[in-house]
């Protein structure tokens, strides 16, 4: 029997809002680093064809530049499109127990609010992978809302 391979795939994209303020430090080499949970929520129809929604809520990780531009953009119920790759980390807790926990290492961070930038001019942005220094402006999200979404997106902000 032919030996079977497993292809080497590790992508996941998620949407979702920053639970609270993400949490910046540097490494012991200066490496900038950011830490923020998402809440992704799905809404479905059960058995009885009422509607419910679930909540999952997710660890990010971003460095360098990525992680620079969360620091300045991000804040607690910022909505977010992250794309990345699952990394898991083990690490000993106070009382002298392994914990191991399974977080997105972003590539990629699609910022969804339209914020103020030093002016009255709101835009979307969009920064790539965190070795790519270019700061990407980006409004194109929008043209993949319905109608309806959109409405309900204005309202929020309004």
Not at 138 to 148: I, V, Y
């Amino acid at each position: 029997m032919a030996e079977l391979k497993m292809p080497e795939l590790n992508n996941v994209m998620v949407a979702g809002n920053l639970t609270k303020d993400p949490i910046f430090r540097e490494t012991s080499n200066n490496t900038p680093v950011a830490n923020f949970h998402i809440a992704a929520n799905r809404r479905y129809k059960d058995s009885g064809n009422q509607w419910q929604e679930d909540v999952c809520y997710v660890g990010v990780v971003a460095w360098n530049k990525l992680a620079d531009s969360c620091r300045d953009r991000l804040k607690k119920g910022s909505a977010v499109l992250v794309d990345g790759e699952l990394q898991s980390r083990t690490f000993k807790t106070e009382d002298g127990k392994n914990r191991t926990i399974v977080e997105i290492k972003a590539k990629r961070i699609q910022f969804l609010n339209k914020f103020d930038k030093s002016s009255d001019e709101d835009f979307d942005s969009s920064i790539g992978d965190s070795d790519n220094n270019d700061d990407i402006e980006d409004s194109s999200f929008d043209k993949f809302l319905n109608d309806e979404e959109s409405d309900l997106i204005n309202d929020e902000n309004n």
